[in-house]
């Protein structure tokens, strides 16, 4: 690959989260005294931003927008979650690169790249801190039941939140408290660490991780599951984990257990969940991803209050991640411009 000479033509197409302005400031950055030449473009939010792939992978919402947005020799494009599908690749032949500052490229027909001669890249990693951080608080506030004496006591006007600090009614500590992780990726294996230095007893389940870990490995599901108080899902969604906690495994738990799952929602059953909340197998749950987003207004979950902390897919919503998703971006940009291996190219 040879280094790239003359003004390179980005278009920043950032949304409501990763800002153009900080794309274009990162680039900037990067590129340094090297001639570039940048515009700003702000899409609205996409079609199902977090819905399953199939969903966003040929998103038309924006098409027309990119198509123009990269119509006056445009030849590379960073973004969040604007579509790059068949018709806009078609449209842009001066376009060489898309960057996508997500961790997967779900809104970029690559097949249509790849015939285009495009370059597609990602940006992994950008939002484990903030997945993980956001995962501890989940679960410490379904163990103490924060949400629900927040609201009591702001929403309701009632004192009655302080029946929580009675023994029936009390929330569970981390201190020596049995937690088990299912999955040990970038964030799994963050959150981990956390517990650890809380006191937790940390145990994981990952058959496709090697090496040390924080806490104690298990070798299968139903040994994590039978010893654990707390259960956290941090798999990749795939055709083998989908349904991965069904009412088997949330059988296997000890009565009363919690469970928290900030990853990918289609990974638990939740009508098996709110089966489980119902019966007392489950005492608590704390979810940011669910099988079908939004939140459907018929959802089970949304009767269960008193049981369940609810937040609408947030855990990787943080300042940093769109910054860091930016300087990502724009590191591969770099690359490109002085003719070095990109890092997290999929064409």
């Known amino acids: ?205 990952d058959p496709y991780v090697r090496g040390e870990i924080h806490g104690l490995r298990v070798s299968s599901l139903d040994e994590l599951l039978s010893g654990s108080r707390v259960v956290t899902l941090h798999a990749r969604l795939t055709s083998e984990t989908r349904g991965l906690l069904g009412a088997r495994e949330l059988g296997r738990l000890p009565r009363g257990a919690v469970v928290v799952n900030a990853a990918r929602g289609p990974l638990l059953d939740e009508g098996a969940l709110c089966d489980a909340l119902e019966s007392g197998q489950v005492s608590a749950a704390a979810l940011d991803t669910y099988e079908h987003e939004p939140l459907p207004a018929d959802s089970r979950l949304r009767a269960l209050a008193e049981r369940v902390v609810l937040t609408p897919h947030l855990g990787g919503a943080s300042r940093a991640v769109a910054e860091k998703a930016a300087a990502i971006a724009a590191a591969e940009v770099g690359r490109w411009v002085r003719g070095e291996p990109l890092a997290h190219c999929l064409t």
């Open 1 to 205: 690959m040879s280094e790239r000479n003359g003004p390179v033509r980005v278009v920043a197409a950032g949304d409501h989260f990763v800002l153009p302005g900080l794309i274009a400031r990162a680039v900037g950055h990067e590129l340094g005294e090297r001639p570039v030449d940048v515009r700003e473009v702000t899409l609205g939010w996409p079609l199902e931003p977090f819905g399953p792939v199939a969903e966003v992978q040929e998103a038309s919402d924006a098409e027309d927008e990119m198509i123009e947005s990269l119509s006056d020799g445009g030849e590379v494009l960073v973004t969040q979650m604007g579509p790059v599908t068949e018709r806009v690749l078609a449209a842009c032949p001066d376009l060489r690169l898309v960057v996508v500052c997500r961790g997967g490229p779900v809104n970029v027909n690559l097949d249509a790249a790849k015939a285009h001669d495009v370059r597609v890249c990602f940006a992994p990693g950008r939002n484990a801190a903030a997945t993980a951080e956001f995962t501890v608080g989940l679960l410490l506030a379904a163990l103490r039941r924060i949400p629900q004496a927040h609201d009591l006591l702001t929403r309701q006007g009632s004192w009655e939140g302080a029946a929580y600090y009675t023994y029936e009614h009390s929330g569970l500590e981390l201190e020596d408290l049995p937690v088990g992780l299912i999955g040990y990726g970038a964030v799994g294996s963050r959150v981990a660490r956390v517990l650890c230095a809380f006191g937790a007893q940390v145990t994981v389940y």
